[in-house]
Every structure is written in C-alpha cells, then in structure tokens.
C-alpha cells in the first residue's frame, strides 16, 4: 500500500521560509515521477512543482519561480520543497503527489495525472 506522508508546515511571516518533506513507502521511489499541489480555500488544486524520476528534470509553477525548488533523494525515498520568501498568498494545503510514470512532461499540472497522494500539510504565511 503506497502512503506518502507529508510534514513541514506550518506558520511563517511573510519573507520567511520553510522546506516541506514527504516521505513515501510502498512503492518503487525512483519508478515515479513526483510533484507538490497545493489548495488554498475556495480555489481549485493547483501544481506548484514537479520533479522526474531521477531528479533530471523539474518544473515550476510560475507563481513560486525563484523562489520554491523541489529536490528528491532517491535513497531516503524522501520529496522535498524549499520554500524561501513566502507570501500570503502560497496560503494552502500542500499535498504530495505521484505519478504512475517516470516523466510526464507538460502535463505535470493535470491533478488528474496523479495516482497516489498523501495528505497534506498546512502551510500558512501571515502579512
């Protein structure tokens, strides 16, 4: 059974920081392309960034370009997202996703691509 388990959020001032973690079990780490969502209330679930099967290549949302960077370890069996300068508007609940695919290319921001996710992490920015 695939669970991905998130942690890392939490409540920031704007300009601060935080790194989200999602540890995943049950399935083959590196035979998944990963990525983060996000939902903030009222609003449907967004990508914000994705990752392929070896860290190859990424994807960023163009609202958190410059500022968010996702990372795996491949040993850890570990996703990560680096978020610096927060604002209030990255607001929302972040969520870990899989895709049944090593590479999923352009599409990466479909939520209907993901096959597994796990199930969130508040982050909140305060002005």
């Known amino acids: 059974q695939v669970q991905l388990v998130e942690s890392g959020g939490g409540l920031v001032q704007a300009g601060g920081s935080l790194r989200l973690s999602c540890s995943a079990t049950?399935?083959?780490?590196?035979?998944?392309?990963m990525a983060w969502f996000r939902q903030a209330p009222g609003k449907e679930r967004e990508g914000v960034a994705y990752v392929t099967w070896n860290g190859g290549i990424t994807r960023h949302a163009d609202s958190v370009k410059g500022r968010f960077t996702i990372s795996r370890d491949n040993v850890r069996n570990t996703l990560y997202l680096q978020m610096n300068n927060l604002k209030p508007e990255d607001t929302a609940v972040y969520y870990c996703?899989?895709?049944?695919?090593?590479?999923?290319?352009?599409?990466?921001?479909?939520?209907?691509?993901?096959?597994?996710w796990g199930q969130g992490t508040q982050v909140t920015v305060s002005s």
């Open positions: 049950g399935l083959t780490f590196d035979d998944h392309a």
């Open positions: 996703a899989t895709y049944a695919e090593q590479y999923v290319g352009s599409l990466w921001d479909s939520p209907t691509l993901v096959n597994h």
